[in-house]
């Protein structure tokens, strides 16, 4: 077994001897705003504790915290968790509320909707202080641990802003694009010294609103300080902005609204294709071996009859008391010992087989396919149709974000239209001896961590071993031995 850790977050924030105000702690506790991510912080506490039961916890913790017998609370977590309360409660006051809240106008060039903060130490604090009203308790429940969420993992391994959107399958008919409410979400992680990245900040804005900045961005030519000949203001001129997987994030043509949030290579599977050639783009597939695919019942049924096994059976024995009792007391035996032994394993055999006749999906092989950015991210190109029909085609990537420009100039009617999918596809999976030929690349850790000064290795197999009452197994051994010596008397 080996762990593999990131770069950053090696150094972590030493707040031993940071002095906390009791009071002003006791009063950051009581906030509506916050969630707190379902951690064992104190003892007593189950991991599925509401955020208001933990938030009870740590109060006790720190009214009792200089007492003789203070309440079992993992220090370190509580003062980080503190720590995260006092820094987020400035952060509300000194920027939400004096640079966004009410002042967009003059301070912004976008209108900020929510700020969402996801601390290392397991706070989650939402500005302005209604939007966390606005959620459901279900989206409440999934927001809690920031360390589960897609922007905190996703900012936390890039060092620029990452943009990004809800998920799309794509589904939608082309042509019915309104105002469909996606915000789209720009996070970064706080970084400090020595690679320290304490917390993540999202903000959220309107999609209409992002698309309107980003192409009123394109009409100026700053080289010139003029407005530009051709920008993605015009109509005739296809533009989308791209994340580094190849998802729509804006687009300029209202047709394909609804599209956002989806693989470009549905809409533009030409364009992709030629991306992919020109290294713009690159992929990776690997396959899924433990995935999970809908029942095919055709392929699941068969006719073929079981075997049945028929015991022996001799007849003139089978007359005699004395037979009737050494089969009577050897199965009591085997009963007892098997289920000694194998009580809890067969239990459990029993109630996967129930689960897995009661799901509709069966395990299957898929394939998946990763898109990401190529060493050739500012590319101009054309794709040849029939007719003499061509479509020209430029991508520049967006500096300090994960976002890519590509312009494309209108479909002429004779393109092939392909569709590159990104979704995993149900597959037969690869050949064992061609797959073993081209093993994936593993990249060794920079250190090596063998022990820990903590670890107790005479605990190390110990779950190998099964315990069985002694008393309950003389006790069988006792009858089995009694029995025996009926039979004899017999």
Known sequence: MAIALPSFNLWLLNLKDTDFDDRRSEKLLETNNILIAPWQFCMGQDNNDSTDAIMQHLKDYFQTEG??????????????????????????????????????????????????????????????????????????????????????????????????????????????????????????AIRLDKEIAPAVLAAYLKEEDFSNRWIDITTKCPWWNTTCDRSCADEDIFCYLL?????????????????????????????????????????????????SCPKLEDKQTTAAGRSIHLPSLSFPEALTLNWWATKASWGFVQYTLYDL????????????????????????????????????????????CTRNCSREWRTSKVPGTNLMLVVVEADCGYCPNMVVQQAPERVDGPDPCEAVKNPRYRKRPEYCYASHPDENHKTCGGGSCISMSVTTLVCHLVSFYVVMKILKVV
Not at 88 to 109: C, F, K, M, V
Not at 250 to 271: A, K, M, R, W
Not at 351 to 356: F, H, R, S, Y
């Open 67 to 188: 007492a003789p017998v203070p309440v079992g609370c993992d220090t370190e977590m509580a003062r980080r968790m503190l720590f995260d309360l006092q820094v987020t409660t400035d952060l509300e006051r000194e920027i939400w509320a004096e640079n966004i809240q009410g002042g967009s106008s003059n301070r912004l060039p976008l209108k900020v909707e929510k700020v969402l903060v996801g601390t290392m130490g397991g706070l989650t604090r939402m500005f302005p202080n209604d939007s966390m009203a606005e959620l459901t308790d279900a989206e409440k429940e999934l927001l809690r641990d920031p360390w589960e969420q897609d922007y905190y993992e996703r900012s936390l391994f890039s060092e620029y802003y990452t943009i990004s959107v809800p998920y799309n399958a794509g589904r939608y008919a082309v042509g019915n694009g309104t105002d469909s409410g996606v915000l789209v979400q720009a996070s970064k």
């Open 243 to 291: 994340d580094n997987g190849g998802f729509i994030i804006g687009t300029n043509q209202d047709i394909y609204e609804p599209f956002v949030g989806s693989f470009f290579g549905l809409i533009e599977g030409d364009i992709m294709n030629e991306m992919l050639n020109k290294t713009v783009f690159q992929k990776i597939e690997s396959y899924d071996y433990q995935a």
């Open 341 to 384: 032994l194998f009580s809890s394993w067969s239990s459990t055999t029993v109630d996967a087989q129930e689960n897995e006749n009661a799901e509709e999906n069966v395990s299957c092989i898929k394939l998946e396919k990763q898109f990401f950015f190529g060493p050739e991210p500012h590319h101009t190109d054309a794709i040849e």
